[in-house]
């Protein structure tokens, strides 16, 4: 099939399209300022005739897009898909939503400042090397210039980056020592070597072998699938209160998965400490259980069987977090 080039929908550069192999409904992106990627074409098309169909959401989709580029180059490229999953036979793509990639845009002042820092660090050649920044390429995670301008002053004030050169629409910045300390401190936070905390019910003495089942069939094989190594707490032994041991495992974790179809309080409780340290919790649930209303707004892992989970589960870390460390090489 001949290619054909067209506006990119999430930054607008002329791309190059071309019907994925073996894929007729697929298309493969590239050229733009995105990095390469897969849509469904009809998708596709429809965000090119009517780019308001995201609430002006497309320039975070390309931030975040770069963002898991830069932070994980080796990552297979994604399918995006925007109003529909796909089809349960699509085992050769890692699939996200542009849902599920809005859903880690930052919240806080000080998250956007730490991954801005991040981001102008994975485009370095390392440390004594200068970085051409752009506000147009939205490293620093904001939605416009006055907010990235700041940003970046606040960077300025803790010592972390001096700009070098200040050009009228382009800078140059060193990352200084302090930046590097911070980044680094970032880095050992969430070491991804460490064990992923899994959060789940284990069950009473009727369902004990069912949830370990589905642990050991689905959300273990999952988390390895993607290059981690999985914990339940549960199987530990030690000799401390078991919630201090539980504390200080989600504090050392990289992100934590928490199962919540059967509504266990502790790990709606497990779920939202994590997420109080600011650390990415992916939420799983049968498709037939309603969690409670206060997670409702929060893209669920929906799943259907063991073997769904596991696809599911495993697409939905490549997506947010990338590979892991523990990723078998070709």
């Not at 382009?170 to 590097?180: C, E």
Request: charged share 30%.
């Amino acid at each position: 099939m001949a290619s054909k080039s067209i506006l990119c929908p999430f930054c607008r550069g002329i791309v190059t399209t071309q019907q994925q192999s073996g894929y007729h409904r697929i298309w493969r992106v590239q050229g733009c300022l995105c990095p390469p990627y897969s849509i469904f074409r009809i998708e596709f098309e429809r965000l090119h005739e009517n780019p308001a169909r995201l609430g002006g959401k497309q320039k975070r989709v390309y931030a975040l897009l770069r963002e898991r580029y830069h932070r994980n180059s080796h990552l297979p490229s994604p399918l995006l898909c925007v109003d529909q999953d796909p089809p349960d036979d699509f085992d050769a793509f890692t699939t996200i939503s542009v849902d599920e990639l809005l859903h880690t845009w930052p919240t806080t002042l000080s998250e956007r400042v730490d991954r801005g820092l991040c981001n102008l660090i994975n485009h370095s050649m390392g440390a004594g090397y200068t970085i051409e920044y752009d506000p147009e390429k939205w490293d620093l995670l904001a939605d416009d210039t006055n907010v990235s301008g700041f940003v970046l002053q606040m960077m300025r004030e803790r010592d972390w980056v001096e700009v070098t050169e200040d050009g009228e629409y382009r800078k140059t910045l060193l990352i200084r020592p302090n930046g590097w300390a911070r980044f680094e401190e970032l880095a050992r936070s969430t070491r991804p070597e460490n064990p992923v905390f899994v959060a789940m019910w284990f069950g009473g003495k009727d369902k004990r072998d069912t949830m370990s089942h589905l642990y050991e069939r689905s959300i273990e094989p999952a988390i390895e699938a993607a290059g981690f190594r999985a914990k339940r707490s549960d199987t530990d032994e030690h000799n401390e209160p078991i919630m201090d041991r539980i504390i200080e495992d989600i504090r050392k974790c990289p992100f934590l998965v928490a199962e919540l179809s059967d509504d266990n309080n502790g790990v709606y409780y497990e779920a939202g400490f994590a997420r109080g340290l600011g650390k990415e919790v992916i939420h799983c649930s049968r498709e037939n259980h309603r969690p409670h209303f206060d997670v409702s707004g929060i893209n669920l892992v929906k799943w259907k069987d063991d073997e769904h989970l596991q696809r599911r589960l495993r697409d939905r870390i490549l997506g947010v977090m990338g590979s892991g460390p523990f990723e078998e090489k070709a």
